[in-house]
T-cell receptor
Framework: EDKVVQSPLSLVVHEGDTVTLNCSYE??????LLWYKQEKKAPTFLFML????IEKKSGRLSSILDKKELFSILNITATQTGDSAVYLCAGAVALGGGSQGNLIFGKGTKLSVKP | EAGVAQSPRYKIIEKRQSVAFWCNPISGHATLYWYQQILGQGPKLLIQFQNNGVVDDSQLPKDRFSAERLKGVDSTLKIQPAKLEDSAVYLC???????????????FGPGTRLTVL
């Protein structure tokens, strides 16, 4: 059965700290790995990772994928209170015939950044 | 660019009643997804459409859930009859690509929070 496991499930840090969120996956016909940020509403897209070893960056956030070890990490440097959210990791399934399949989500990591 | 629209935003019903949710994807997005997100869990796919055809509905409880995407644009998800365990947020998402491309991220709507009493 396909699964995505995130750790830790929750994390409390202070502003300015650096955090690393972990995601391991077992997804049949794996296509790519995605990170989303979810506050009190719908998930918003952060990164899509398809190739191993290539870091993607966006401001203070960065992420990398290891397709050999089947995991990804999301780093947030110099955390701010606005980073408080649930961070979801999802494996994208490739369907046959060239179609894009669905996302298998982990349970998320709840990050709380204290002032 | 307008995002994915969903309505209603909140719905409270009693068990055994029916309910319907509506989703309007981003213009031009071929693929539409319905997810169920139970509190404390990640979203779980219920059904995926590509244009107006069903690509994957393997996790849709077909005895009570149904969905359609007439004309390949808007979609509705229905639950009849509802059970207590159906209480969740129902998220609609859409993506641009029909085939595998590197930028095929899914964009989510605000969700409908369903409470079944």
């Amino acid at each position: 059965e396909d699964k995505v496991v995130q750790s830790p499930l929750s994390l409390v840090v202070h502003e300015g700290d650096t955090v690393t969120l972990n995601c391991s996956y077992e997804v049949t016909n794996f296509r790519s790995l995605l990170w989303y940020k979810q506050e009190k509403k719908a998930p918003t897209f952060l990164f899509m990772l398809t190739s191993s070893g290539i870091e993607k960056k966006s401001g203070r956030l960065s992420s990398i994928l290891d397709k050999k070890e089947l995991f990804s990490i999301l780093n947030i440097t110099a955390t701010q209170t606005g980073d408080s959210a649930v961070y979801l990791c999802a494996g994208a399934v490739a369907l046959g015939g060239g179609s894009q399949g669905n996302l298998i989500f982990g349970k998320g990591t709840k990050l709380s950044v204290k002032p | 660019e307008a995002g994915v629209a969903q309505s209603p935003r909140y719905k409270i019903i009693e068990k055994r009643q029916s309910v319907a949710f509506w989703c309007n994807p981003i213009s031009g997005h071929a693929t539409l997804y319905w997810y169920q997100q139970i509190l404390g869990q990640g979203p779980k796919l219920l059904i995926q459409f590509q244009n107006n055809g069903v690509v994957d509905d393997s996790q849709l409880p077909k005895d009570r859930f149904s969905a359609e995407r007439l004309k390949g644009v808007d979609s509705t998800l229905k639950i009849q009859p509802a059970k207590l365990e159906d209480s969740a947020v129902y998220l609609c998402a859409s993506s641009l690509a029909v085939t595998l491309v590197d930028r095929n991220e899914q964009f989510f709507g605000p969700g409908t929070r369903l409470t079944v009493l």
